[in-house]
């Protein structure tokens, strides 16, 4: 047994270290140096919250209890996280849009802002959570009463120590969970202290886990083998409580206030789910490993008759192991501390958004906003509800005594928080849902609840509810609490959940059927509905409403205080292009503020605040019906809309293209056209002008007529021959040119060019030397071609050459696997600029047209060592004269 | 001439995957089914439900762990931003 004063000294350094992380992490908060708590896993850690010290102490006790039955508890949540695409993702969108700060505010803003539901699933939360409460102040006397050893005698009883853990829980809570009325409720001091704890109590659970293993009953099979199908109650346990109780824990890490808390208001990214998703069923599954090791280590070592709820801290003080049972004890002093924080942090501003602020307004009605500081009424009743709720956890701890098991409670509880389920999930699925209908379900279902589950659970102090229990209302049979109608369900839980979910989701969808919808219901269902099918940004905007601006702006800091205030306004000045002053009030500007708003106070008090500002109550029936109906169409039709455009955008692009590509080709024909007109046209002129001289003046002597005939004759070969080149140009371009390759001796097609070109040369005077031959080699080409190639360069070397001693090299070589040709001349040269131009149709160099020649023969010599996977280039700054080089890829 | 790497269809299937999944784990875990593994045999010395509803358990996770970063791909990048107007501690 550990001494009670160092077992307080140990509690205190703890509870003193939450405060230390919640104080330096706030303070990091305020100057923005929290990237790393904004992390998935910090984020997971604190869903974890739903590992209470239910789950700590209690699941032992149930797994020795009634063996495998504890798992469903931790089947559900895990079944809701690894199903976030259906409905964790939808709500954690609809809190963000819409400002989200409660479950409560989430039903009563689906159902039009009706603060009359809001107040309602306030109360229900208010009830069913504290049993829960009073759960985890008696789990923390209780197993500080084990672990002190019972001292009672030394003046701490019960309810001394539940009173003090009250009292530091909620001055923790009161001091980091009400600091300010933020824009979405979030407090990075309490989440990264219960983080913190999520750790802890992991830890904790997973060291009794292997000493229960390891140092109790000697091995992991010793554990197993010492299992018998007795222990895991595996015949009886999977039947309708199995169902039950998964579907219950499904709703409750859905609905219960704290799990809405810190899954969807204190999110700050909502790709954090997709972490969450596997990694918070990882926790459950690690904690939940070694429960069952723990009740059979229990079972094995303790005394028969011993609490199997204490097994986690009996397990090691039964061996001495003071320092584990220390652990272990701080590991459910965590899990208690941090569910109640985070439950008295949902609930108190559930209170104070949806009960004390309309109180507030009702009162105060005529000038409210003008008067008085809201801001510091939300957070005075928010501190007064944190002590009011942990007050009455304290009380209803005293009055049942905390007789019960550990698991009953917690049932209870969650059976209370799950007739939430039908609306919340109705909601947000179901366009046709109505507030009637909402509130039909909530109170057939609640009403259920406390009379089948909730009044029983106090028949063991009170003798008049044993009866009442027993015998039923004044002695009818047919209306028992647990066997209602005389239906004959065995299990109470299950009995109660069977009336109470069937009456709710029945009189939710019957009475949604026969009620229509208010028109800002219909424009609410509209938003939460379909809230994937809204394009990112604004929601869209609603009801036309005017105000003073500075009515709103008054109203504003009321609120979110005098600076935020005037960042918001600032901004959205900034966003209609004002850069000075107040923006202007439309109704974009209204909305977004009645968001901002809600935020803060809760969708239905904003609203009821701003419409009193911006005249709400003047809008016509028929406008915001059409308004409704529009909305629902829009977004109806948006989708389909976003992708249509899509595809109409690219073909048009594609069109686009497709035209430009166009007008070059067209241009370039264009250019090709008149280049051949000119070049036909000058043949054809003097064939004209000398065919007329003939023609017109008969007595032309002979021989001066056989020389005009032989110039025509001329002129009509180049003719020819430029038609022929043109043609055979445009045969190469088509592409339709299928030559087969084969290799040929490229040496050969060389010596076959020089010899054609001898003649020429020798009537020029130039001099044609070969200064280095390749050899042995060949190359994939067409022998004619290839030497027609070779040919034309040859050509224009000789034709261009003007000095007056022409000389010609021809070197051919093998370089890099490249079989190349270069041909030099000694003539004046091509300048760099038109190093490219000369190889475009008719693109004679330096703009000559002097010497005979289409202009087409380089095109088509490129034209056809392109088609042999080859190129002619022309070489740069070779010299005085030019040199072309021919290379072509040699075969192996 | 769309078929497998149509991003669309791709992201459509991860969807679909991750509706199914739970449906799944209900199935697996939910009587009648469950009832298949209530033996009195052991497989490495554990009962054979205990081998198998754990099992499952950490299936489920393993396979929301491969889902979670195409879904996460999937999401849409946040509408707005809410912190941007989150005033200063008072």
Not at chain 1, 680 to 694: A, Q, V, W
């Amino acid at each position: 047994m550990l001494s009670a004063n160092l077992l307080l000294f140990i509690c205190l350094s703890y509870v003193a270290l939450l405060f230390l992380v919640a104080f330096v992490v706030d303070r990091r908060a305020q100057r923005d140096r929290i990237g790393w708590l904004q992390s998935p896993l910090v984020y997971t850690l604190s869903i974890s919250i739903y590992c209470t010290s239910w789950t700590f102490y209690g699941a032992v006790g149930s797994a020795a209890r009634s063996g495998l039955e504890f798992a469903t508890i931790y089947l559900g949540p895990t079944l809701v996280f690894v199903g976030w695409w259906w409905i964790l993702r939808k709500l954690v969108r609809i809190g963000r849009l819409h400002r989200i700060t409660s479950i409560a505010d989430l039903i009563s803003s689906r159902f039009g802002k009706s603060p009359t539901l809001a107040v309602f699933v306030t109360l229900i939360a208010v009830i069913a959570t504290t049993p829960y409460i009073a759960l985890q102040l008696q789990s923390v006397t209780l197993s500080y009463r084990v672990i002190s050893g019972n001292t009672e005698a030394a003046g701490l009883n019960d309810g001394v120590t539940a009173f003090w853990v009250a009292a530091g829980m909620a001055l923790f809570t009161i001091l980091f969970g009400t600091r300010n009325v933020t824009a979405n409720e979030r407090h990075h001091g309490v989440v990264a202290a219960i983080a913190l704890e999520a750790l802890v109590k992991l830890f904790a659970l997973i060291a009794v886990g292997l000493f229960a293993i390891y140092g109790v009953a000697g091995g992991l099979s010793e554990v197993f083998s010492r299992v018998t199908p007795e222990m895991l109650h595996a015949d009886e346990v999977f039947g309708s409580r199995w169902i039950a109780l998964t579907f219950l824990s499904a709703t409750a890490i859905i609905c219960l206030p704290r799990q809405f808390q810190v899954t969807v208001v204190e999110n700050v990214d909502e790709k954090h789910l997709a972490t969450a998703s596997w990694l918070f069923p990882l926790y459950l599954v690690m904690l939940s490993v070694f429960v069952l090791p723990i009740a059979v280590a229990g079972l094995i070592q303790m005394p028969v008759g011993s609490n199997p709820d204490m097994f986690v801290l009996t397990l090691p003080l039964s061996t001495g192991q003071e320092g584990l049972a220390a652990f272990a004890f701080i590991g459910g002093f965590s899990s208690a501390t941090s569910m109640v924080i985070v439950a008295a942090i949902a609930l108190s501003t559930m209170v104070s958004n949806h009960i004390v602020m309309p109180v507030a307004l009702k009162v105060s009605q005529s000038d409210y906003y003008t008067s008085g500081d809201v801001r510091r009424l939300l957070l005075t009743s928010r501190r007064i509800s944190i002590a009011a709720i942990l007050m009455l956890g304290f009380i209803y701890f005293r009055l049942t005594g905390g007789s019960e098991g550990l698991a009953s409670i917690g049932l209870i509880a969650f059976a209370g928080t799950a007739q939430v389920l039908p609306g919340a999930v109705g909601g947000v699925m179901w366009r046709g849902a109505t507030r009637y209908g909402a509130l039909a379900g909530l109170a057939a279902g609640f009403a259920a609840w406390a009379y089948m589950l909730l009044i029983p659970s106090f028949r063991a102090e009170y003798a008049v509810i044993d009866a009442f229990v027993a015998l039923g209302p004044w002695g009818i049979d047919m209306l028992r609490p647990e066997a209602f109608l005389g239906v004959s369900i065995l299990d109470p839980l299950v009995h109660a959940l069977f009336w109470s979910l069937s009456a709710n989701t029945l009189l939710f969808v019957i009475v949604s059927l026969v009620t229509n919808p208010t028109p800002l219901e219909r424009l609410q269902g509209a938003l939460f509905v379909d809230v994937f099918r809204m394009r990112p940004g604004e929601p869209p905007r609603v009801i036309h409403r005017t105000a003073p601006v500075e009515d709103l702006f008054v109203l504003a800091q009321r609120i979110l205080g005098a600076e935020p205030a005037r960042l918001l306004f600032r901004d959205i000045a900034r966003s209609q292009g004002i850069h000075d002053g107040l923006p202007n009030a439309d109704d974009a500007f209204v909305s977004r503020l009645e968001r901002e708003l809600a935020g803060s106070v809760g969708a239905a008090s904003a609203h009821a605040m701003v419409s009193q500002v911006a005249g709400g109550g003047t809008i016509s029936l028929t406008e915001l019906m059409e308004i409704a109906d529009e909305t629902a169409q829009i977004l109806e039709y948006s989708q389909q809309l976003t992708e249509k455009s899509a595809e109409l955008e690219s073909t048009a692009r594609q069109l686009r293209d497709a035209n430009t590509k166009l007008q070059k080709l067209s241009a370039q024909k264009d250019d090709f056209l008149s280049q051949v007109s000119h070049e036909l046209r000058t043949p054809m002129t003097s064939i004209r002008s000398f065919s007329e001289i003939l023609l017109e003046t008969p007595d032309v002597h002979s021989e001066r007529a056989q020389r005009f005939l032989s110039i025509i004759n001329e002129e009509c070969l180049r003719l020819t021959g430029l038609l022929n080149e043109i043609l055979d140009l445009s045969f190469l371009e088509s592409g339709k040119v299928s030559w087969t390759l084969v290799p040929v001796d490229p040496e050969a097609a060389l010596d076959r060019a020089l010899d054609s070109i001898s003649v020429l040369a020798e009537k020029n005077g130039v001099r044609i030397d070969i200064v280095e031959r390749a050899g042995n080699v060949f190359v994939m080409a067409d022998f004619g071609r290839l030497t027609q190639v070779f040919l034309n360069i040859l050509n224009n070397s000789v034709k261009y050459n003007t000095v007056d001693t022409p000389r010609i090299e021809v070197r051919s070589r093998l370089q890099e696997g490249n079989y190349v040709v270069s041909i030099t001349d000694n003539g004046p040269g091509i300048p760099a600029s038109d190093s490219e131009t000369i190889f475009s149709k008719f693109g004679r160099g330096g703009g000559r047209q002097d010497v005979g020649g289409s202009g087409l023969g380089l095109a088509i010599s490129r034209e056809i060592l392109r088609k042999f996977e080859g190129d002619v280039v022309l070489v740069a700054d070779s010299g005085p004269g030019a040199t072309f080089e021919i290379r072509l890829p040699a075969s192996k | 001439m769309n078929a497998p790497r149509d991003p669309d269809l791709a992201r459509r299937k991860f969807n679909d995957a991750g509706l199914v999944l739970p449906i799944a784990g209900t199935f697996l875990l939910m009587p009648p089914f469950i009832r298949v593994f209530v033996t009195d045999s052991f497989i490495f010395g554990i009962p054979v439900i205990i081998v198998y509803l754990f099992s499952v358990w950490f299936a489920l996770i393993l396979v929301a762990w491969w889902l979670a970063g195409p879904l996460r791909e999937a999401m849409q990048s946040d509408p707005t931003d809410t912190s941007d107007t989150e005033p200063p501690a008072a």
